[in-house]
């Protein structure tokens, strides 16, 4: 059976660090080594450590690896944090990042 290590890595094909799965993972509670069973993919925790993961993404650079490019467009960036924000609403999680639009300058 597939972990959920397998499964957070299953999300995109995009080579996420690591160290970035294991940070999220922790952050959420859930361990990596489990069996990813039918509740676990669709816990609140695994649900949130996607929406990480997928705004993770939406930042991640344009990289080349092994004759291999991996980029992003624009569009696919917003869909990306999109996304994540359905997940985050979804599961209600009051640590969410917030999206803050407006000015940002001394002058109007």
Known sequence: MATVLDA???INSY???SRTIEEIAARRGIALDSEA???VLISKAFSLCRA???LWLS???NITQGGQSYS???EQRTGLRNRAQGLYDEQEDENAPKTIYGYKGKRL
Request: without cysteine.
């Open 59 to 61: 930042y991640a650079p």
């Open 8 to 10: 957070l890595k299953g």
């Open 15 to 17: 080579p996420v660090p």
């Open 37 to 39: 069973t039918a509740t």
């Open 72 to 74: 992003f467009t624009d």
């Open 52 to 54: 990480d993961i997928l």
